[in-house]
């Protein structure tokens, strides 16, 4: 047994925002309910292949879980943990919308099991939100964390974002301060990256819109490191932060390898080297599984040298690092002497400007010439 997890995707969201290439769909209310039956359907169909596999952690994410109805969401949590080995105190995230979310819904969410809860914020500043294209803004970020903590939850995470069009470096650090004074047990906190095919790839394409200035994200990526150090949190992942104890067990499992179950639109699972991925359209997803098929979309079989290669990607995501045997020391000694790596009992661990310069550092390791397909947007 081997400490695994299910992830679950929610496809739909109130609006899309510009920057967003997640498998997420606005206007699609009418497939939620039919939706939730599905992923209920899958997991039945799923639970044989997984027997004897401890699960650890369970993830609703999106996608806007909370668009669901909660007596959806609590009806899909309660399968999963009927159908499969899920442990006492497995850790149960949700991630939620501010907009989506208040205490009555977060007390039934609480009460149903989910028992950590992630918000999107992504910025206290009205004017990034608007570059983002986030509907919801700071004031709805203060009052649903507010509701979390009045309806009883002790694990809660916001997601920010830096780097957006019109975001200075005072207007970040601002956003930090107020995150560290939520007292929040968990950050995770991304570079704002382009991806083209989006609405605002297009608009930076066209010349509309000023991409991110990658020397700025550098600036406010080592501001975070400070402001978040200063407050007690633990960098334990490049884009997460953690207070001790509170590191996200679900996302670990990622970085270490364990394996997981992906059900819903899209969705992927990983076990053994191999993974496998579903259909991306909810409609086409919803179709498959109601006619009893799986809804696979496609899959990959990992041999060793590719296997080797995303165990040191992810490791070195990490705190836990790689052990310093598994590269040649003529790699490593630069990036020690230039500090982007530490050395402790044998491990190389990346220092803060390692994560900053993280695909760099991992093909400079080893004799890869570009990263592992997929990794690069973990
Ligand atoms: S809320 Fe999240 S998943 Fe939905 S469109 Fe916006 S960024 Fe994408």
């Known amino acids: 047994m081997s400490a695994a997890g299910i992830y679950v995707h929610v496809p739909f969201c109130l609006t899309r925002c510009g920057y967003c290439d997640f498998n997420a769909y606005a206007g699609l209310d009418h497939l939620r309910p039919h939706y939730a039956r599905a992923l209920i359907a899958e997991a039945e169909a799923a639970a044989p292949d997984w027997a004897g596999e401890e699960m650890v952690s369970i993830f609703l994410g999106g996608g806007t879980p909370t668009t669901l109805d909660p007596l959806d969401l609590t009806g899909v949590l309660a399968h999963l943990r009927d159908r499969f080995e899920v442990v006492e105190d497995a850790e149960a995230t949700i991630e939620a919308n501010p907009d989506t979310v208040d205490r009555e819904k977060l007390e039934a969410l609480l009460a149903a099991g989910f028992d950590r809860l992630s918000m999107g914020a992504q910025s206290f500043d009205r004017a990034v939100l608007a570059s983002l294209e986030r509907i919801h803004s700071p004031d709805s970020v203060r009052t649903a964390f507010k509701a979390a903590r009045e309806a009883g939850y002790q694990n809660v995470s916001l997601d920010l974002i830096y780097g957006a069009d019109g975001e200075s470096l005072e207007s970040w650090e601002r956003t930090v301060r107020e ?3 939520l007292a929040l047990e968990h950050v995770s906190a991304y570079a704002l990256t382009i991806e083209p095919a989006t609405p605002l790839g297009r608009k930076i ?11 700025l994200q550098a600036d406010m990526f080592a501001l975070a490191c400070d402001l978040f150090r200063d407050a007690g ?15 996200c067990l679900h996302n670990m499992g990622y970085w270490e390898r364990r394996p997981y179950l992906g059900l819903g639109a899209g969705a992927h699972s990983y076990r053994d080297d191999h993974r496998w991925w579903n259909v991306r359209p909810p409609e086409e997803y919803m179709t498959l599984v109601g006619a009893g098929r799986r809804p696979t979309g496609g899959e990959e079989h990992l041999g060793p040298s590719d296997a080797f290669l995303e165990e040191v990607f992810l490791r ?5 690092g790689i052990p310093a045997s598994w590269v040649e020391p003529e790699r490593a000694e630069p990036h020690l002497q230039g500090g982007l790596l530490s050395e402790a009992g044998g491990t190389l661990v990346p220092t803060e400007r390692g994560m900053l310069l993280l695909n760099e550092l991992v093909l400079s390791l080893t004799s890869a010439s570009t990263p592992p397909v997929g990794l690069l947007n973990m």
């Open 205 to 215: 394409a066209a010349g509309l819109v000023p991409p991110p200035d990658p020397d």
């Open 316 to 320: 070195l995501r990490t705190l836990e």
């Open 233 to 247: 949190y633990r960098h334990y992942e490049v884009s997460n932060w953690a207070k001790p104890g509170y590191e």
């Open 179 to 181: 995150a560290v004074a």
